[in-house]
């Protein structure tokens, strides 16, 4: 168990629709990581948040937005759903600068998201 | 796009040691070589990582060559639990986003 939590595990839902995917980070973490995994792009980076700002943008749609809230869980959304935009979800955690681990990102579960 | 060259897949024995290699031959002083795996579709672990010595842990022993343009992750008694894709990053450190790139897909054979 890496301290990550994502929910929902798996989601069904269809084109045009809108969801919204939870991760709370390890205890004491800061930073969180979005990631998106599909058959075709591989492991993707999409977002990273620190302590409630945003530090780092990757391949992320402009239909997707995410935010981190004060209790430093995050929510990753994503609208006018694609075929294409089934894929597993990944979160990330990884602690402050100086303490131990902190070179470690650790990851979730994932959320299966299917569109139909 | 991602920074390192791996075979796309390994096959070991049981109990055997796997070697697995990883070319970064554009490197730079200051980054990281990191390991994670994903067992099957499960979120990737992290295994090691290592900047120009040679680094052991629990899971596996990370071998970096002395030029630093390649490297070698070596799980010394592999088990089937093994089994999984394995990634070599190279990073500035593991606060910064990675990038992964298609990985070496091992299959531990009994």
């Known amino acids: 168990d890496s301290g990550v939590t994502q929910t929902p595990k798996h989601l069904i839902t269809a084109t045009g629709q809108r969801v919204t995917l939870r991760c709370s980070p390890r205890?004491?973490?800061?930073?969180v990581y979005w990631y998106q995994q599909s058959l075709d792009q591989g492991l993707q980076f999409l977002i990273q948040?620190?302590?409630?700002?945003?530090?780092a943008k990757g391949n992320i749609l402009e239909r997707f937005s995410a935010q981190q809230f004060p209790d430093l869980h995050s929510e990753l959304n994503l609208s006018s759903l694609e075929l294409g935009d089934s894929a597993l979800y990944f979160c990330a955690s990884s602690a402050l600068p100086g303490s131990p681990n902190q070179d470690i990102q650790y990851f979730g579960a994932g959320t299966r998201l299917s569109v139909l | 796009d991602a920074k390192t060259t791996q075979p796309p897949s390994m096959d070991c024995a049981e109990g055997r040691a796997a070697n697995l290699p990883c070319n970064h031959s554009t490197i730079s002083g200051n980054e990281y070589v990191y390991w994670y795996r994903q067992i099957h579709s499960q979120g990737p672990q992290y295994i090691i990582h290592g900047l120009k010595n040679n680094e052991t842990n629990e899971m596996a022993s990370l071998i970096i060559t002395e030029d630093r343009k390649s490297s070698t992750l070596i799980l010394p008694h592999a088990t089937l639990r093994d089994t999984a894709v394995y990634y070599c990053?190279?990073?500035?450190?593991?606060?910064?986003?990675?990038?992964f790139g298609k990985g070496t897909r091992l299959s531990v054979i009994a």
């Open positions: 990053i190279v990073s500035l450190s593991g606060n910064t986003p990675l990038v």
């Open positions: 948040y620190y302590n409630g700002e945003e530090r």
């Open positions: 205890s004491g973490d800061l930073s």
